[in-house]
């Protein structure tokens, strides 16, 4: 077991070496240091001096990736290769553009994300499973060909429309909660709702759809026969041996984007003004700052690749058919 | 003068392969059967005709010229106008020229906002003054209601005789090629007792053709959804994002199949280190969130834009550029689901029997590739193809409001959705933009979703049977 873990931690490195190099050559090969000093002077008819200063400033003042100016190891080191991706591997996030610890950022804003995408996940997933099973139960009658449309016609339905109509419909017409905004210990709660419920509303279409056809699946086999001919009831049949089962591919699936959930959600947080680390990225976006969007890139892969290790070994600890290999 | 963008021309290339691929699939009973089979589903062909409808409105949008002005160059030659304006402009000139000052509501006779109107005796008054075009036919305000039901009345006239004109055509024309009597096909539609479900499609054309004739009725006398900020007409702006709707849903997959299909046949054929390398790129790609890639991606071209602006004939220009910037970025973090798709399905096929004899018999990988595994992997890729449009279509809206979309100046629904969120805040609400925008995109995408379900269930050999 810890054979195979070391194995796949050892193969994550290739990737994210990859994944750096992509960056780089995306952000520093694109375009010039003296492009982005431009765009973030914003300036037109900004001066070579300005441009120099800003470069010195945030450290973009040196070669890209060999530096012939000095001697030995700093040849290497002391350039913008080494300073700005390099030192992503070891966290090292440093500087935004704006002159903030990037490391700090992240480690205050990624609880409220958690707070917020944790909830949704776990009551995502048991309304999700409800429904596809109440529709599984109801098979090929016209509860679930209803059900079906309604899926269909729910995740046609842009997300943002699901906010806004929330937003609408609970906070500036009933009063119900806050439209938007964060607050810290218990006081979050009556801010949390609403972004909630309608992340999990928005899960509905495709998450029910996708587990109803999970169920309808393991409802054709052979042992859900052997079950019925038993003389077991479709209720315990449903609940004991198909939900049993369906929950290899469905957790499997969900294991995969736990890592994740640090990094919050990009539209549902900007729109309710929850500082978490997905407004951070919208921010860093928005307002150009390529340190933040570029420690985003790399954290985001980092959390992706160890989400499809946990995925390989949550597959075999609930199926004991796999085997490590 | 016609002017040719990148889309257009890329969007037209997507249009002459279609048809080819469906004059070459008609002469095949096996690639004619599995359409067969959408077409006995009555949803299908009714979101076909919706979906068609949009796409007629996309390519109408797609063929672009410049007006010649009036003035000439000294030397005598003609000049043209910098703005670029297509042949759907042409079409709903009136819908683009007749603009207010401000917001108004649907069908509103009155601007949105008060205004100080000087009045005949001198005095002054804050009062919501006349449209200039919306409802000036009316003497008196009042009579609006019966105005709209008029215009309804007619245009409904309109669109059903044009229908029946349309409908009978195409019976006889059926009939003629099927070698039946035209009154017993028709009974059989009406009965919906073909195999194809004619009567389907042709009950959406008719909702459709009264829906689009009432619009255009009511469209001479009224803004029917709104006018916005500067007044421009709502219905004028959605209709146009349906092109830029349409140009990411289609042409980031243009962009990605040819990348998907060679590499994922390839990975799948050779195995090996060709395997290793593949599966390397793929999972690299797809290590990196979506939306983040998409994110640096858009930043870095707004730098290179941005500082290249002056190489750029029109704003338009690089609008559409920019558009065709963000295809190809969507294609480069969509391709990696169907290349592992495929490698899976061709590492199966490899091994199967007719593959092995071509290869005991000498033929060469490239024509054991095109003539073995390519077509027995299309399917997949009709599935993926029908299946991503619709999420690139509310992808689209989404990566606007994150500002790392299309370009502002552009008309998108993402970009109504973005500028109308603002207004929310108002008293009375601004809801028109919202909803215009919600109900076109809605329409589309789900008149796509349904669609692709109808193909995924026919062309899918495990669904098959069922």
């Known amino acids: 077991m810890i054979a195979y873990i070391v194995r796949r931690l050892l193969y994550a490195i290739p990737i994210l070496i990859g994944v750096n190099l992509l960056t780089f050559v995306l952000f520093f090969v694109v375009n010039t240091p003296d492009d982005i000093a431009r765009s973030q002077l914003g300036d037109r008819r900004v001066t070579q001096e300005a441009i120099d200063s800003w470069k010195a400033v945030n450290g973009y003042d040196r070669p890209i990736v060999f530096n012939t100016k000095v001697a030995g190891v700093e040849k290497l080191t002391n350039t913008i290769f080494f300073d700005k991706s390099v030192r992503l591997f070891a966290f090292d996030f440093g500087r935004s553009d704006s002159g903030r610890d990037i490391s700090y950022d992240i480690s205050q804003r990624m609880w409220p994300s958690l707070v917020i995408a944790v909830p949704t996940l776990l009551v995502g997933i048991l309304v999700n499973i409800t429904f596809a099973m109440l529709i599984a139960f109801f098979r090929a009658t016209y509860i679930d060909f209803w059900g079906v449309v309604l899926c269909v016609i729910l995740l046609s339905i842009s997300s943002l429309f699901y906010i806004i ?36 509303i928005h899960g509905i279409g495709s998450g029910t759809r996708w587990y109803r056809t999970i169920f309808l699946e393991e409802i054709g086999k052979d042992y859900v026969r052997t079950a019925r001919a038993k003389g077991l009831g479709e209720g315990i049949v449903l609940f004991r041996h198909v939900l049993k089962n369906a929950m290899i591919p469905i957790l499997t699936g969900v294991v995969v984007v736990l890592p994740l959930l640090f990094m919050g959600s990009l539209i549902t947080e900007s729109f309710f003004g929850i500082p978490g680390l997905g407004s951070y990225t919208i921010e860093g976006i928005q307002r150009q700052d390529f340190a933040i969007v570029r420690s985003m890139v790399f954290l985001g892969s980092v959390l992706y690749i160890f989400g499809l290790i946990l995925t390989d070994i949550s597959y075999t600890l609930v199926d004991p058919r796999v085997r490590f290999s | 003068m016609l002017v040719l963008f990148w889309t257009d021309l890329l969007i037209f290339v997507l249009l002459a392969a279609a048809i080819a691929f469906s004059v070459y699939a008609y002469r095949r009973e096996h690639l004619r059967a599995p359409w067969r089979r959408v077409g006995r589903s009555r949803v299908a062909m009714g979101a076909l005709v919706i979906l068609s409808a949009y796409v007629a409105v996309g390519l109408l949008d797609s063929i672009h010229y410049r007006q010649e002005l009036e003035t000439r160059t000294a ?143 009511l469209s001479s006398g009224y803004h029917i959804l709104g006018t916005d900020k500067v007044g421009e007409s709502v219905f004028y702006q959605t209709l146009k994002s349906i092109r830029t709707g349409l140009v990411i849903g289609t042409l980031t997959t243009l962009v990605m199949l040819p990348f998907a299909i060679l590499l994922g046949i390839m990975a799948g054929y050779f195995g090996g280190w060709v ?192």
Request: proline share 3%; aromatic share 10%.
């Open chain 1, 165 to 200: 109509a929330g937003q609408y419909l609970l906070s500036k017409l009933f009063h119900l909660v806050p439209i938007s905004g964060y607050d810290t210990g218990l006081n979050a709660l009556k801010f949390l709702i609403l972004p909630v419920v309608i992340s999990v």
């Open chain 2, 75 to 217: 030397g005598g030659q003609s000049q043209y106008s910098n703005e670029v304006l297509s042949l759907f402009d042409w079409m709903v000139m009136p819908l683009k020229t007749r603009g207010e000052k401000t917001y108004s509501a649907p069908f509103a006779t009155h601007l949105y906002a008060k205004e100080t109107v000087e009045r005949a005796d001198g005095s002054q008054q804050r009062l919501y003054p006349r449209l200039v075009f919306g409802g000036a036919q009316l003497r008196d305000p009042a009579e609006r209601g019966a105005d709209i039901a008029q215009r309804a009345t007619i245009g409904a006239l309109k669109g059903s005789a044009l229908w029946l004109l349309v409908a009978t055509f195409v019976v006889q024309a059926a009939a003629w090629r099927s070698g039946t009597g035209f009154r017993l096909l028709a009974a059989e539609i009406r009965g919906d007792l073909t195999m194809t479900r004619w009567r389907a499609a042709l009950l959406t054309f008719l909702v459709l053709l009264v829906i689009v004739f009432v619009a255009a009725e």
């Open chain 2, 275 to 466: 395997d290793d390398v593949i599966q390397y790129i793929y999972t690299t790609l797809n290590s990196i969130p979506g939306v983040l890639l998409i994110a640096a991606a858009v930043l870095m071209l707004q730098v290179y834009l941005d500082n290249r602006s002056a190489e750029f004939a029109s704003v338009a220009e690089r609008a559409d550029l920019r558009l065709l910037f963000l295809c190809l970025i969507l294609g480069v973090t969509s391709w990696t689901g169907l290349c592992r798709y495929l490698r899976g399905e061709s590492l199966k096929l490899r091994e199967i029997d007719y593959v092995q004899a071509a290869t005991a018999l000498g033929v060469g990988h490239f024509t054991i590739i095109v003539r073995h595994l390519l077509p027995n992997v299309m399917h997949i890729v009709l599935i993926t193809v029908v299946l991503d449009f619709s999420g690139l279509v509310l992808a689209e809206a989404v990566l606007s409001y994150v500002q790392i979309g299309v370009d502002p100046t552009m008309n998108s629904w993402g970009n109504m959705i973005n500028s109308a969120r603002l207004e929310m805040a108002r008293e009375p609400i601004v809801w028109w933009s919202l909803f215009a925008a919600f109900l076109f995109m809605f329409t589309l995408v789900l008149a796509a979703n349904l669609f692709s379900d109808a193909v995924r269930d026919a062309f899918d050999p495990r669904l098959r049977n069922r």
